[in-house]
């Protein structure tokens, strides 16, 4: 058997075994906000932005990309009829 082709049969052998193991170590990432939060937890984040605040924006918005949408079927139609007027029949 070539050499490449054992190399890649115990690579897969060894992600098997790293894949079927019963503690499996965190990343570097999860183990610094561990320790940085062991010493100094995070505040509380809230679930949902201000109601307030996220609402005036939500309607500006969705009356914004209505208008945008409906310009755009209007455009569409306009220009349907146009092909149509000036194709001969």
């Known amino acids: 058997m070539p050499e490449h082709e054992q190399d890649d049969q115990d690579r897969e052998f060894d992600l098997r075994w790293a894949d079927g193991a ?21 505040g509380p984040v809230p679930f949902r932005a201000d109601p307030e605040h996220a609402g005036s924006r939500r309607r500006r918005s969705s009356w914004i990309s209505t208008a945008v949408v409906l310009g755009c079927v209007a455009a569409v139609i306009v220009l349907l009829g146009y092909i149509n007027f000036r194709a001969p029949y």
């Open 22 to 42: 019963e503690h499996k170590e965190p990343s570097a990432r999860a183990r610094m906000l561990a320790a940085r939060w062991k010493h100094d937890p995070p």
